[in-house]
């Protein structure tokens, strides 16, 4: 066994895994503030990537990702302010059925703005302004990582980790807790309900963004393009993986999600090829089977 090989493979799976993690837990925290399932979470992280493509026209990359993320989280409360908020309190199937039309207005709205070509990052010929991040590739005993690997490490699972440290520990964090027990009587105790949902619905777009630029190749690779909506239903079997109302689960499970697939790649693609693709929503069956509740989800017991 090349050791060597196995270990580049983790780190390669956690770092794939990490930008999972990341878009899972801004996923996962909607969820928890409102109960809504996002299903435009994969038309979030396109925004997200296209916003960051719009900003390295006009300046380097790393600072264009950076400026991308309050245009974001504004995107974000927007959303909220604008399309979720009247719809709280409808029945459950209504508001689904809106997130899948929310999704398709965004797709559109994409095509309309950006057009249907993928972009490079940073195409813009702006003097002496340096068009990619940092390139942090490294080789040592035999193991190689792309710069991608590297950022990916670098800045999505320390987001992911202190999202998680947020929410347990900052003052947001116990009012979120808060209003995802009972908005009714966390309004009672003066807490401002609506703004802390909206803060959530900002966030969210940020981590999506922070996801999709780097799923689109803002380290390396390609650029946005409307693959980033098939990349973006990896977010599902992660948050069912470590459970719908846990944002320390969607991280495990996004880590655990990238390590299998990178596995799976290298040693079971050339059996059964496209078993990559389908290996998580594989284990999503299974999961839904033997503990719907996730590997870090509250098992809610309800009297019917």
């Not at 991308?68 to 504004?74: E, S």
């Amino acid at each position: 066994m090349d050791f060597a090989l196995v270990i580049q493979t983790a780190l390669n799976g956690l770092a794939n895994g990490a930008l999972y993690a990341v878009i899972a837990a801004g996923f996962v925290l909607v969820y928890r503030a409102t109960s809504v399932v996002n299903f435009a979470i994969a038309e979030f992280m396109l925004i997200g990537a296209y916003l960051t493509y719009t900003m390295s026209l006009f300046f380097p990359l790393l600072l264009a990702i950076l400026l991308a993320l309050p245009l974001a989280f504004l995107f974000g409360v927007l959303v909220e302010r604008g399309f979720v908020r009247p719809l709280l309190g409808r029945n459950v199937v209504a508001v689904i059925m809106a997130t899948i039309g929310l999704a398709s207005t965004l797709d559109g709205t994409a095509l309309i703005l950006w057009g249907p070509d993928q972009k490079a990052m940073g195409a813009a010929d702006v003097a002496q302004l340096p068009k990619e991040v940092p390139n942090l590739a490294f080789s040592l005993g035999g193991v190689f990582l792309s710069s991608k690997a590297v950022w990916s490490l670098l800045l999505a699972l320390p987001l992911a980790l202190l999202l998680v440290g947020g929410l347990k520990y900052s003052r947001y964090g116990v009012l979120l807790r808060a209003v995802s027990e009972s908005e009714t009587a966390a309004l009672a105790m003066g807490i401002n309900a609506p703004r802390v949902v909206a803060i959530a619905w900002g966030i969210s777009a940020v981590m999506a963004t922070v996801g999709g630029a780097f799923l689109a190749g803002a380290a390396g690779g390609g650029g946005p393009g409307h693959h980033l909506v098939l990349l973006g239903l990896i977010v599902f079997p992660v948050a069912i993986l470590g459970g719908f109302d846990s944002v320390p689960g969607a991280v495990v499970a996004g880590l655990l999600i990238g390590l299998i697939e990178a596995f799976s790649q290298l040693y079971l693609e050339s059996l059964l090829p496209g078993i990559t693709q389908a290996i998580p929503f594989l284990i999503v069956l299974l999961v839904l089977l033997f503990r719907p509740y996730g590997l870090l989800g509250q098992h809610r017991i309800e009297r019917v």
